[in-house]
């Protein structure tokens, strides 16, 4: 009889992808052992079954439906067994004959997880583990596909802003009158909740995360790297370079980044310089696009700057001095029409190459110049240097290595929609699409057990297709 095709992910099927996932023990070794002389009673579950709690918010979208699923004794047996096959030679780690509940859980998370220490520990264990899933399914790879000149999608990080709607939709500060009393009370409110301008530019109430991730082909390939919390409004790009600072030198098969126009010339100036990644995003506009425009005015305008001038020698043997012009990112030589008009000739880039510096990285384009000027390469530096300082000249915000216009961005930048993606998922996993918690720390430590949560299903997926035989999947 031909088995019919799997529609789908089941619950049952994630949770069985948490247990096969080793990443999950790693992360409870972040959780310190009580001192014996601290006295007390002992643990009655592990600190991995409080981690798998979090993880389960994602599946079942909310604590209180966790722990009715997992009251359930098939669910409750099977999960112990899946354990015990896990564990065979640490029966002090096996599951007891209970269920776990809410409370059990709501204590390891308030007393241990959400530790300073602890929580930090556990971002790091969980960069760690999820660079090492990437690379077991084949991403990141350092002898991988790809070249500076044409960065492959399987090695490019991708990442965005994403703002979680808090469970009250109070603000601080709010108050409510008393009907009985007469009193204003204070109402409940997200205390790390703020005013955040989202990518359309809709200001959203909220606690917002910068998630970064890499994926495969497959449907469920997504490997999610990171999560970090914004501080404050208009940080969102301080807080994404923090997390690419901790993540490159874990990654030295990834070449660059794919992010939005919240990543400016500033930040493109570290990724090339310090991280030696490759940025991918467009330049901000000189004028943005009306949605609704009634008049041809209402177009883009692309921002475009002088870069130099430059002298070259024509086959003739003669020299001919050209200006070049950075239009969209995009480098290109500009010149008076018969009509007085300045037009853009825009140079293909034939070339990108890195090189190590004593200091850094230094990065280079060649592009190719138009026959009537010889039809030869014209290189250009990509990173700032003292020079550009001196000429207050931002290279970094003007000159994009791969511009919008250049075929390879277009296969790169459409991997941006994944990021959208990412969160439209995460929303899928809220109750009512709100917070499963109040305050930033567990929102951040919800945030890395979704990560593991995802991570164990693409590399549980993965190892289902490649073994021999196919492992079995739940009903």
Known sequence: MTRPTKVG??????????????????????????????????????PYAWVLFDALLSVYGSARR???????????GHLRGLIRRKLPDQPEL??????????????????WLTRPD???????????????????????DPVGPGSWTHPHLSRMLYADGKVVTPLFRAKPGDTKLDRETGELRPVRAEADAGLHVEGTGEMVWGTKFVIVAVRTTDIHGRVILDADWVPNPGGE???AMGSFAQLA???????????????????????????????????????????????KGGERTEKSIHIEDRVITLPDGSSHTISLFARGGALGIAGLTDTGEMAFTELPRVRTHRHTGKVGYRWYND????????????????HGNEEDKKRRFNRTENVRPIPPTD????ALYRRRNDAESINRALDDTLWLRRAHSIGHERQLLNQLTHALMVNSLALHRHAQRTSDPPLTQAA
Not at 10 to 34: K, Q
Not at 250 to 265: K, M
Not at 407 to 410: E, H, I, W
């Open 9 to 46: 992910v089941g619950s049952l099927d994630r949770l069985e992808a948490l247990v096969a996932n080793d990443a999950l023990f790693e992360l409870a070794v972040a959780v310190p052992a009580t001192p014996p002389e601290h006295g007390g009673r002992p643990r009655m579950y592990p």
């Open 367 to 382: 592009y190719r110049l138009p026959d009537h000027l010889g039809g030869g390469t014209l290189s250009m530096r990509l």
């Open 94 to 111: 096996w599951l007891p004959a209970q269920p776990m509940r809410r409370h059990h859980y709501s204590y390891g998370r308030t007393e």
């Open 407 to 410: 075929p390879d961005f277009k």
């Open 249 to 295: 030198p874990q990654c030295p098969g990834a070449q660059g980044v794919i992010y939005d126009t919240a990543l400016r010339g500033v930040h493109h100036q570290t990724l090339l310089r310090d991280l030696g990644w490759l940025p991918v995003n467009k330049v901000t506009a000189a004028k943005a696009r009306v949605k609704r425009p009634r008049r």
């Open 66 to 76: 966790a722990e009715a699923e997992l009251a359930h004794p098939m669910v409750w």
């Open 118 to 140: 602890v929580l930090a520990e556990l971002r790091h264990i969980q960069q760690a583990t999820a660079i090492r899933t990437a690379q077991a399914i084949g991403l990141l």
């Open 237 to 239: 790009a301080a807080t």
